[in-house]
């Protein structure tokens, strides 16, 4: 792990076809700490939330 917790990249879920990757984690599609900081989305643009964690 980093100073502050984030995964190394060998330990990110792998990418899935259709899915927004977000990660506090350098590469990923949108980087963002969710606990601190909120991501806003329209209305019904989400079909399904996968959370992954080791």
């Given at each position: 792990m980093d100073r502050r917790g984030a995964r190394p990249d060998r330990h990110?879920?792998?990418r899935l076809p259709g899915f927004v990757n977000v990660d506090i984690?350098?590469?990923a599609d949108l980087r963002v700490?969710?606990?601190?900081e909120s991501v806003a989305y329209?209305?019904?643009s989400i079909d399904?939330?996968?959370s992954y964690h080791e």
């Open positions: 990110r879920a792998p984690a350098a590469g700490e969710i606990g601190r329209c209305d019904d399904l939330v996968l």
